[in-house]
């Protein structure tokens, strides 16, 4: 069984038909997944910006990071799962799609430089939690991340530009 066999199958089972072939199903879906990602990478942009020193700058790094992530990983689990169901609803479509590798290659990069912050840079957070402007790490960190986040959103419009 090929790839394309398993991607055939999931846009023909129950789930992949009621995504594109039932009058509610697409709409709703995008519409959470829509959602889903203006909380997630809307709010982590805020703690990047805090990271960057250009918002928040009175407000210690661990407060903004307790107060905003929470809510954005809510919103991630949402547009991950619609965006999983709605790659079963088209994923014939999706796999043959550039602008879907790319913003698949983006989340995973956005996941590893998250990855990186947490096990390396934010290790030292109590020396520089109140500082206006945090260290080179942090910043580099927070300016990746709005890259990956960015680049996530565009593939992902352009994809629906290509696909139908």
């Not at 199958?9 to 992949?16: I, K, Q, R």
């Not at 990069?109 to 290790?123: D, P, Q």
């Not at 790490?137 to 986040?149: D, E, N, V």
């Amino acid at each position: 069984m090929s790839v394309l066999d398993v991607l055939t199958w999931l846009e023909f089972s129950a789930v992949g038909r009621l995504v594109n072939e039932s009058r509610w199903g697409f709409p709703i879906v995008v519409t959470l997944h829509i959602l889903g990602l203006a909380a997630s990478a809307g709010l982590i942009v805020w703690f990047d910006l805090r990271l960057l020193g250009v918002a928040m700058r009175t407000c210690p790094v661990r407060d903004v990071y307790r107060c905003l992530i929470p809510w954005a990983a809510t919103g991630f689990a949402v547009m991950f799962v619609t965006g999983g169901l709605l790659f079963i609803g088209y994923a014939t479509l999706a796999y043959g799609n550039p602008y879907f590798l790319v913003k698949m290659a983006a989340i995973v990069l956005a996941g590893l430089n998250a990855l990186v912050y947490h096990r390396v840079t934010e290790r030292r957070v109590a020396v520089w939690n109140d500082a206006v402007q945090p260290p080179m790490a942090a910043r580099a960190a927070g300016l990746l991340s709005i890259a990956c986040w960015a680049t996530a959103v565009l593939a992902g419009r352009m994809m629906s530009y290509t696909m139908f």
